[in-house]
């Protein structure tokens, strides 16, 4: 059974950065992508969920929404299973609960999904 487990989130000021964690186990799919999105009351309404970005294990393709660009950076430690969201510069926007997934695109359906961690960006 695939289990995803993040970390580090947290209250930072506007400006200011975090890094969250994401490792996976319990997979055995040979090539897969991994990623975040992000909602601010669950699950619940769909349509609210946003896309933020994902890493292919089969190399260094990346994806970021318009939103992000620029300020958030995707890494992946394939030997340790896990990737990781540089968060820079922090707007009061961003706040949400992060979700990591992993499926075979960086879509929701059919996704395996974390628990998610809380982001609050406010002064």
């Known amino acids: 059974q695939v289990q995803l487990v993040e970390s580090g989130g947290g209250l930072v000021h506007p400006g200011g950065s975090l890094r969250l964690s994401c490792v996976a186990s319990g997979f055995t799919y040979d090539y897969y992508v991994m990623g975040w999105f992000r909602h601010n009351l669950g699950f619940e309404r769909e349509s609210a969920r946003e896309r933020v970005s994902c890493i292919h294990s089969a190399g260094s393709s990346t994806l970021y929404s318009d939103s992000v660009k620029g300020r958030y950076t995707i890494t992946r430690d394939k030997a340790k299973n896990t990737i990781y969201l540089q968060m820079n510069n922090l707007r009061p926007e961003d706040t949400s609960i992060y979700y990591c997934?992993?499926?075979?695109?960086?879509?929701?359906?059919?996704?395996?999904w974390g628990q998610g961690t809380q982001v609050t960006v406010s002064s």
């Open positions: 997934l992993m499926n075979v695109d960086c879509q929701p359906d059919g996704a395996h």
